[in-house]
Antibody
């Protein structure tokens, strides 16, 4: 069974940093690209970042470019999102999803940016 | 950037009704479109990909159609489990992903 489990969410300070992780199991992680997608409270879905299976191709939404960094460790079946210079508008549930069309999603981890 | 516009934003329907949701892209995305269902407090679930391909395990009452800039999701006979919010998502060229704003299907 495909499983994606996010962790690392919590309360972050404006201007601060958080690192999210996504642990994958039940499929050949190294063969799939991955996406991060977020959902602000009561709002719709917003794509955040993409990373190819071999890490050679990476994309970011304009809203996070220069502040967030996506990475992966195929040996550990894990995906990461380093979030720096946090803003209040980054408050959301963050999902990792199996690419390229987001066929499977984790349960999400809540990030709250507030002082 | 490609913008996706869904209509309606909210839809009131009864069990057994035929329901249609529309998604329009700001430029052609060929058939690079998916539909998702999301229930409160849970992650989205893929229903349709490549505009009209039914994801494995999804009931056949769900269908998708369209290409270019106009797409539809149809539920042929609405079931109690189908009351949820539905999103379209474009993935043209696998370089950007954009979601529609969502359509909430409510009980009439």
């Amino acid at each position: 069974e495909v499983q994606l489990v996010e962790s690392g969410g919590g309360l972050g300070q404006p201007g601060g940093s958080l690192r999210l992780s996504c642990a994958a199991s039940g499929f050949t992680f190294r063969s799939y690209s991955m996406n991060w997608v977020r959902q602000a409270p009561g709002k719709g879905l917003e794509w955040v970042s993409y990373i190819s299976s071999d890490t050679t191709t990476i994309y970011y939404a304009d809203s996070v470019k220069g502040r967030f960094t996506v990475s992966r460790d195929n040996a550990k079946n894990s995906l990461y999102l380093q979030m720096n210079s946090l803003r209040a508008e980054d408050t959301a549930v963050y999902y990792c999803a199996r690419g390229p069309i987001n066929s499977r999603w984790g349960q999400g981890t809540l990030v709250t940016v507030s002082s | 950037d490609i913008q996706m516009t869904q209509s309606p934003s909210t839809l009131s329907a009864s069990v057994g009704d035929r329901v249609t949701i529309t998604c329009r892209a700001s430029q052609s995305i060929r058939s690079w479109l998916a539909w998702f269902q999301q229930k409160p407090g849970t992650a989205p679930k893929l229903l349709i990909y490549d505009a009209s391909s039914l994801e494995s395990g999804v009931p056949s009452r769900f269908s998708g159609s369209g290409s270019g800039t106009e797409f539809t999701l149809t539920i042929s006979s609405l079931q109690p489990d189908d009351f949820a919010t539905y999103y379209c998502q474009q993935y043209n060229g696998y370089s950007t992903w954009t979601f529609g704003q969502g359509t909430k299907v409510e009980i009439k």
